[in-house]
């Protein structure tokens, strides 16, 4: 509706001008009706006019972005008939709107992410009361990239500092592990790899050096740990650190499998470099590796792994086929909508290593196949969650001597645990170890410290 200002001007006079006769005629009712129906009329204008000045301002506000929303509109269906001329005949397919991506990157994204690790430890030990009580154990720093949509890259390179580690066949006052790491006086490369994931039939690549699929302990790095060491019987077996190697890794992710059920298969072929396993072989070694997942309910998972690996040990003397076999088993409790505030999980396993002989006594094996008897070992752990911070939990392992498996070791240790994030946590654990060929147990109280900087946080993987 639009009315201008001259035509309620011209309404006004037309008004006044029918109100002159009526106020000078002689009928005084006739005349106050009529006075009275005019009165009405001109209240009738002055509120169309009100409304209309209203309008008229609010127009003028409005005015250039309807008009501007008016343009848009009359290009964009323009262009929509233009497109409609460039279809083919008969073609009923409704248009599709475009949505224009800019393929430029930005050198940040470029960029890899960058993280450290640090393990920090301070210990006391009444057996040795010369050893340092405070060091700082690792600093480790991680760099990882996804160099395209097929593969990615890992890179971690630490330093590892001595003291504090356990050594279950030790002979000495304390038992600890001294000089028994590479890398003590610099930095060197944990692992270094690129990966190729989401091949065809399920396939995975890794090509480098890794922690290999020993079970899922021996994948997850130091500062994750559940507790400050791995294993009794991998300490035993492989040494206090990851069973790390260089070569090729296949992986294999079943299509099959029930309901709530996941099967996955690892192949690795990598060269001999762990010396308790291979002594100074170098050569080739194989691993297997075959692992389930189970959806038990909405709160319970169960996960299980079998694994071995072969290769040859050789020193000074002999050379000689060597094999480790394991089994590895977790189960995880974790209410739904609670998980941060409750939760239990344990996790156990045996391992069994081919005995390499010493002495007399084994000459007459050593002459048909060097390998006479198997050195075996169990742990177990769990962790109770008492609130969103704390965790409490205990371990307790017992391993034979890969080289006289009539001596053995057993550990103990509970632990309390504090997160205070995600990327810092403070540990109290206490150890308890004791030695079949030694009198007495050792006993050592320490406060862990491992903290994150970066993405790359705690891994469990």
């Known amino acids: 509706m639009c009315i201008s200002r001259a035509s309620i001007i011209r309404r006004g006079w037309r008004v006044l001008l029918l109100t002159i006769p009526i106020l000078a005629s002689p009928g005084g009712s006739v005349a106050q009706e009529r006075v009275d129906s005019l009165q009405a009329e001109v209240e009738r204008l002055t509120a169309l006019v009100d409304s209309l000045i209203r309008e008229v301002a609010s127009l003028r506000i409005s005015g250039p972005e309807e008009e501007v929303q008016d343009a848009l509109a009359q290009l964009r269906n323009a262009a929509q008939a233009a497109a409609a001329i460039d279809e083919p005949a008969g073609s009923t397919d409704p248009p599709m709107e475009q949505e224009f991506v800019g393929r430029q990157r930005s050198l940040q994204a470029l960029n890899p ?48 500092n001595e003291g504090g580690e356990l050594s279950p066949f030790k002979e000495g006052p304390d038992g600890h592990s001294h000089g028994e790491h590479e890398g003590g006086s610099g930095f060197a490369v944990e692992e270094g790899y690129v990966e190729w994931v989401g091949l065809p039939g399920g396939i995975g690549l890794k090509l480098g050096k890794f922690f290999q699929q020993l079970g899922q302990l021996n994948r997850w790095h130091s500062h994750a740990l559940p507790f400050q060491t791995r294993s009794l019987p991998h300490l035993s077996f492989i040494g206090p650190e990851s069973l790390a190697q260089t070569g090729a890794s296949f992986h294999w992710l079943a299509p099959f499998g029930g309901v709530g059920g996941t099967y996955e298969a690892t192949l690795e072929v990598t060269r001999s470099e762990n010396k308790m396993l291979f002594g100074e072989s170098g050569g080739l070694s194989v691993l297997g590796h075959i692992n389930g997942f189970w959806n038990l309910s909405s709160s319970t998972d169960l996960d299980l792994g079998l694994s071995w690996i072969n290769g040859t040990f050789k020193d000074d003397e002999r050379s000689l086929d060597r094999a ?137 993987y």
């Open 324 to 460: 480790l076999y394991g089994a590895e088993a977790a189960i995880t409790w974790r209410p739904p909508g609670r998980s941060r505030y409750q939760g239990l999980s344990f996790r156990g396993g045996i391992m069994a290593v081919d005995v390499i002989a010493h002495g007399d006594e084994h000459e007459e094996h050593e002459e048909e196949h060097e390998v006479s008897e198997h050195a075996f070992g169990f742990w177990g752990m769990g962790e109770v969650r008492l609130s969103q911070s704390w965790l409490m939990g205990a371990r307790l392992g017992r391993s034979g001597s890969p080289e006289d498996p009539h001596k053995t070791a057993w550990l103990i240790s509970p632990t309390l645990s504090w997160w205070q994030s995600e990327y810092v946590r403070l540990r109290l654990e206490y150890d308890l170890l004791g030695r079949s060929f030694m009198d007495g147990r050792e006993g050592r109280l320490l406060l862990q410290v491992t903290f994150a900087m970066g993405p790359h946080k705690h891994e469990t």
């Open 113 to 160: 992410e960058i993280s450290v690790n640090t393990d920090l430890f301070g210990h006391m030990n009444s057996d040795d009361t010369s050893e340092d009580n405070f060091f700082a154990r690792e600093f480790e720093i991680s760099i990882v990239s996804n160099l395209d949509p097929f593969s990615r890259a890992k890179i971690f390179i630490s330093r590892h």
